[in-house]
Structures are given as structure tokens and as C-alpha cells.
Nanobody
């Protein structure tokens, strides 16, 4: 299967920056897209940013456009999220996700990491 290991969360003051990283491993045949979602306490999980591995096309939530940047390294099977100008409302558990097909797998599906906490507070 696919394992996702996230790192880089923590506590930061408003206006500060954090960089999240996620590495995928396992019996991967191909990864088609990678991304980040987040879930704040008492709210539904929401998209933050995604990137396709083929043409590098990105998609961002309106709330993070201009502040967050997603990047991927296809060879290393990693995806990063650079978060700048952080706001208290960015506080959430951030989840890495990939759309991947495993070796001998029939179709691609979404895989999720365990999540990493990001807290923006003074």
C-alpha cells in the first residue's frame, strides 16, 4: 500500500511561516496528484492546495491564495506546503494526500497521512 509521513507542523505567531513536508512510500506504481487538506476543530475537512505530478498544475483554496505555495518532487515522491503570512484561522490539522495506483492495483485511489497540527497564535 501507500504510506504518507508528514512533518513540519507546530506553533507559530500570526504573520509567521511554516513549511510542511510529506513523503510517500510503499508499493507505488504511479502518483497522479498530491496535496494538502486541513480540518479545524468542529469543522469539515477542506482543500488547501493540490498539484498534479504530470504537468504541475496547482489548485488553491481562495483563503490561502497568495500566502501558501505547494511544490512537489516527483523523483523523491514528496510534496511540500510553504505557508506564509499565517493567520489564526489557519489553525488546523493538516493532512497530506496523494492519488496513487499501487503495484498490481486496479485503479488509482486517494491515500491520507495521519495529519500534523498547525497552530497560529500569539
Amino acid at each position: 500500500q501507500v504510506q504518507l509521513v508528514e512533518s513540519g507542523g507546530g506553533l507559530v505567531q500570526p504573520g509567521g511561516s511554516l513549511r510542511l513536508s510529506c513523503a510517500a512510500s510503499g508499493s507505488i506504481f504511479a502518483i497522479y496528484a498530491m496535496g494538502w487538506y486541513r480540518q479545524a476543530s468542529g469543522k469539515q475537512r477542506e482543500l488547501v492546495a493540490t498539484v498534479t505530478t504530470g504537468d504541475g498544475r496547482t489548485n488553491y483554496a481562495d483563503s490561502v491564495k497568495g500566502r501558501f505555495t505547494i511544490s512537489r518532487d516527483n523523483a523523491k515522491r514528496t510534496v511540500d506546503l510553504q505557508m506564509n503570512s499565517l493567520k489564526p484561522e489557519d489553525t488546523a490539522v493538516y493532512y497530506c494526500t496523494v492519488k496513487a495506483k499501487v503495484i498490481f492495483g486496479a485503479t488509482a485511489r486517494d491515500y491520507w497521512g495521519q495529519g500534523t497540527q498547525v497552530t497560529v497564535s500569539s
